[in-house]
């Protein structure tokens, strides 16, 4: 396959963003490896699939909205991305172009550092791709899952394709019946005051919130304030992006270089 000095890694996405290439480059960095990560903004996923081979790019992460898109071109599709039915990574192996999703491993791995899930109660908020790789995590994990959304339609077809539960809308969650409850919506993102579960919690609950710009959001402010143990965005983030490292380099991930590195330069975009 074509090579690169250095190895080159980068994201597709529909507008370049710089929080990837600073994980994923301080990543590099730690481990001693001559290895260089772009974020690359593009308009036609098929083609940037299609860059990937001509150009021998070791590893791609893959952003909305072309999660769904690239899926077709690819040489393989791992297991848990073709039923998540999302590829957030492509990892580039003698020119054999392997889709995988992290993102349900860094949710996972996240939630495990404060919890087990064999068996835990686990609401879900969402019906979106991230709801989806949540669920699918959770239930790998044997939790016992329920989805509440907004949207009757969307939230049934996920369970249905995942075997989780069906909840209903997010005004039927009632904390009592949980251990743990997800925010897998937007509600949150780049929303400092919006909350999808405002005035529904309880102090037993462990609560996690998949958005992690800003890093507390106001689901987490709550919970923190009523004793609930919290779980932020960005170390799910950190999480899925060790699992790409590991992939890219076949070495074990410097989570903590990675997450140093992913805080700075949240706080440097002050969002």
């Known amino acids: 396959m074509p090579q690169s000095l250095p190895t080159l890694c980068g994201s597709i996405m529909g507008s370049p963003f710089s929080l990837s290439a600073k994980i994923h480059n301080a990543a590099y960095a730690a481990l001693g490896l ?57 990892n580039n192996i003698d020119g054999v172009l392997t889709g995988y999703n992290t993102d349900y491993l860094g949710a996972v791995r996240a939630l495990q550092e404060v919890s087990e ?9 969402g019906a979106g791709g991230a709801a989806r790789a949540v669920v699918y995590g959770c239930l790998q994990a044997a939790a016992r899952v329920t989805v509440f959304n907004r949207s009757r339609e969307r939230g049934k077809a996920l369970t249905e394709d995942l075997g989780a539960r069906w909840g209903g809308s997010v005004d039927a969650f009632a904390a009592q019946d949980f251990d743990i409850v997800i925010n897998a919506t937007s ?67 410097p989570i903590d270089v990675m997450e140093q590195a992913m805080l700075h330069e949240i706080q440097r975009l002050k969002l």
């Open 34 to 90: 001559d290895y260089t990560f772009v974020c690359f903004g593009v308009e036609d996923p098929v083609a940037a699939v299609a860059a990937i081979r001509a150009l021998g790019i070791r590893g791609m992460n893959v952003s909305m909205p072309y999660k769904t898109a690239v899926m077709a071109h690819l040489d393989v599709i791992d297991e848990s991305a073709h039923v998540i039915g999302a590829v957030n990574t492509i």
């Open 117 to 125: 899930l064999n068996n835990r109660r686990i609401a879900v908020i």
């Open 187 to 253: 509600v949150g993102f780049k929303q400092p005051d919006s909350n999808p579960l405002d005035g529904l919690l309880a102090s037993h609950l462990i609560v996690m919130d998949v958005a992690f710009m800003p890093m507390q959001t106001a689901l987490l402010l709550q919970a923190a304030a009523l004793g609930c143990r919290t779980v932020s965005g960005t170390r799910m983030l950190v999480h899925q992006a060790c699992r790409q490292i590991e992939l890219y380099t076949e070495h074990d991930a």
